[in-house]
């Protein structure tokens, strides 16, 4: 936790705020829910549910499918993002588990030139592996994200849907329950193009390295 995140922590504790119960967050998030299910425009949901069934028997290619998903996850995110705590610059999300999958890397790596490592391991890492000193590798200095219009579809789809950042305070708070909102054919569609061509799935940091500063290469 940051010196900013405890100075915020404790100002709620002396201002006699004490950290919402978990039972609060449940309740704000179904709130949320409702409200974004019922602002959902049906042609949207149609949709959605129309590529998702489509994708097996779609003659576009993989990267056009991602494209095309991508898509629907902006629409979405017009919707949703409007009844979720998320703010641009708040990264806390950007240092917990990010697991994408190999062809997902790949158009990634196409749509931003950012450069591909061999991943050596299949699988997610560990829960506990991550906190606030593991910030993904696509992570700005400035706490936004450097292929954002390309940005894989976990961080497309996660929201918090509480009333504002405070579970973001909590240090590892996907350890936690959170409020979110889960559109099912959406996942459909995501593993149904997934299933045509991938062969592993990663952190997003295995597939992407730390970007080389200029510093770092004077130094070397
Ligand atoms: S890809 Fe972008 S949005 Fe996703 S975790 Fe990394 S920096 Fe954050």
Redo the contacts with the bound molecule.
């Keep these: 936790m940051t010196i900013i995140q405890k100075f915020v922590k404790n100002i709620r504790v002396w201002m006699g705020k004490p950290p919402r119960s978990e039972q609060r967050i449940i309740i704000i998030g179904r709130e949320n829910q409702k409200r974004i299910i019922d602002s959902f425009p049906s042609d949207l949901v149609r949709r959605i549910k129309n590529f998702s069934q489509s994708v097996p028997r779609n003659k576009a290619s993989t990267d056009e499918l991602i494209g095309m998903l991508y898509k629907l996850t902006d629409e979405v995110q017009e919707v949703v993002g409007k009844h979720a705590a998320c703010r641009k610059g708040c ?1 806390h ?2 240092h917990i588990s ?1 697991p994408i999958c190999d062809i997902e890397a790949e158009f990634i790596a196409r749509h931003t030139g950012r450069g591909l490592r061999k991943v050596r391991s299949n699988g997610p890492r560990p829960i506990d592996s991550f906190s606030m000193e593991t910030p ?1 590798n ?2 700005d200095t400035d706490g936004t ?4 219009k390309s ?2 579809f ?2 497309r789809i996660y929201h918090n849907l509480d009333a504002d950042n405070w579970l973001c305070l909590e240090p590892n708070w996907n350890t936690k329950h959170r409020p979110m909102y889960g559109l099912q054919p959406l996942h459909d569609a995501y593993n149904a193009i997934m299933e045509r061509k991938s062969k592993l799935h990663a952190d ?1 940091r295995d597939f992407f390295p730390p970007k080389v500063s200029s510093n770092d290469i004077t130094q070397q």
Excluded: G, H
Excluded at 145 to 148: E, I, L, Q, T
């Design positions: 990264s999300c950007c990010v993904c696509l992570l994200c450097s292929v954002y940005r894989p976990t961080c997003v």
